[in-house]
């Protein structure tokens, strides 16, 4: 769990349903002349059913091919936490989307090198709202009035 610094591909989606967000980083490397994902993390401003699908996710995305991880689906990943309540269908759902978009900015050609995007999950979120209308981040300032 937490931010990767040098991941080769990020993707974050979030719920506008219960302002839950999650961040997925990915890491690969080759095995036999293939990419595969090497190490995997996140970041979740949610509920622990998000958590622990993502927790779940990242653990079954380690030694998958790109096709692979392209196939997990949100109920492959939370088929060992057991049956979702249909409040909560959409954490699976947020955590796939997550993968999703970080297995779209094409992995095949930054493999090995570090994403330059420095962007915070707070920045996503704003931009997220921005994009989506819904979503409005108010950063918190210390008590000198500094961010």
């Keep these: 769990m937490g931010e990767m610094i040098d ?12 302002g839950d967000m999650v961040r997925m980083f ?10 595969i994902i090497d190490k995997a993390t996140f ?11 993502a927790s779940m996710a990242t653990e ?21 936490i057991g049956s979702l309540p249909p409040m909560k269908l959409h954490c699976g759902e947020m955590v796939e989307g997550a993968l999703r978009s ?4 094409n992995p095949n050609k930054n493999l090995g090198t570090p994403k330059k995007d420095k962007s915070t999950l707070s920045k996503s979120l704003v931009q997220a709202g921005t994009v989506a209308g819904k979503i409005k981040v108010i950063p918190i300032t210390d ?5």
């Design 43 to 53: 970041q979740s401003f949610g509920c622990q059913t998000a958590i622990a699908v």
């Design 102 to 105: 970080a297995l779209e900015e």
């Design 143 to 147: 008590t000198e009035g500094q961010k």
């Design 60 to 80: 079954m995305l380690k030694g998958k091919t790109i096709d692979e991880a392209k196939n997990l689906s949100a109920d492959k990943m939370t088929a060992e």
């Design 7 to 18: 991941a080769d591909a990020v993707g974050t989606v979030g719920s506008s349903e219960c």
């Design 26 to 35: 990915l890491k690969f490397d080759e095995s036999e002349g293939k990419k």
